[in-house]
């Protein structure tokens, strides 16, 4: 069933902690160095959450933001979608904490879980309610704070991660040229230990050897990751322009999940697609998970790299494993 409608953005908004850890902040922390970093990584800083500040709390600033620049009220949500894998709670999901916050009464809400990849899932899943006419106003979120679930003492994985959160409201239109036009979602479970949390949930809940073991912390393992990123963001950019009968030219930016500048590099050098056109902002920001991709497009909108009549790229792979991607008309 389609009504016809097609869902737009009609706001965007981000938040992040004021807290920044520098590269020299981890040559306190552990046995790495800037040039290490900056030269594997792109990354010189990142935004890390105070006490105090959680998932919930950035997901409401971000949300906030996002409302108001889409012209509507909290109140008038129909629906709140967020994507998290370090939710304030494993019960319930931080999308009620968010509502309550907010002051949504109305909206349905749910969390969903697929690491990186998570905010494309979920604005996936939004379009297609409103382009079926069940719901309007549409708030879709990424929001973590990975630094609680990150092993300082690991230096092949804290260097990566930091915190924030952005959202996008979403809303339906009969004008065709706007909108979300394509989107993508897969997944390999085979690669479920690539980066995990091994405790915490059912199957090995918190005990004192858990934490004694540092079994709380993601564990991950880079180099593998490493190498299916390269292939996964190839690949949707590639589907991506084929799905829309896009070539390069017709691609205003690239927002990609912000994972590590030598893997972004990597993906489009090969397909010859200019690096010009894909935004980057992981010197500043870090791996902000699910967060990275509504950061990076709030910062474009807002610095006015993309605007009215853009045509926006979306793409993330992640823990899972995850890959997603769409195709937006702004
Ligand atoms: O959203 C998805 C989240 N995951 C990712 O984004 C991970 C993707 N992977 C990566 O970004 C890269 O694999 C890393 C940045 C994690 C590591 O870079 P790499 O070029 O793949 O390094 P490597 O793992 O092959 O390690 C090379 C060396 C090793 O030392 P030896 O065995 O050659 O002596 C590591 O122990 O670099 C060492 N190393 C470090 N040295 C200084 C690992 N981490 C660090 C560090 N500082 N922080």
Redesign the pocket.
Known sequence: MNSGLRAAIAGVGAYVPAKVLTNAD?ERM????DE??TK??GIKERHIAEEGESTVSMAIEASRRACKNAGIEPGELDMIACATITPDTLCPSSACYIQQGLGAPEAAVFDLSA??SGFVYCLAIARRFIEAGQFKNCLVIGAETISRFTDYED??????FGDGAGAVVLKPTEDDAKGIRYTVMHADGKGWDY?WIPAGGSKLPASQQTVEQRLHYLK?R??D??KF?IEKMQWLLEDCMKACDLTPDDVDLVVP?Q??I??LKSATEKLKFPMEKVYVNIDRYG?T?AASIPIALDEAVRSGRIGPGSTVLLIA???GLTWAGAVVKL
Not at 30 to 33: A, G, H, K, L, N
Not at 155 to 160: A, T
Request: aromatic share 12%.
């Open positions: 981890f552990v046995d790495t160095s290490w970093i594997r990584t690491a990186c230096r092949g994985s804290c260097i990566l980066i991950m880079g180099r990751v490493y990123a999940h994972v590590n030598r893997i791996n998970s792979f992640g823990a």
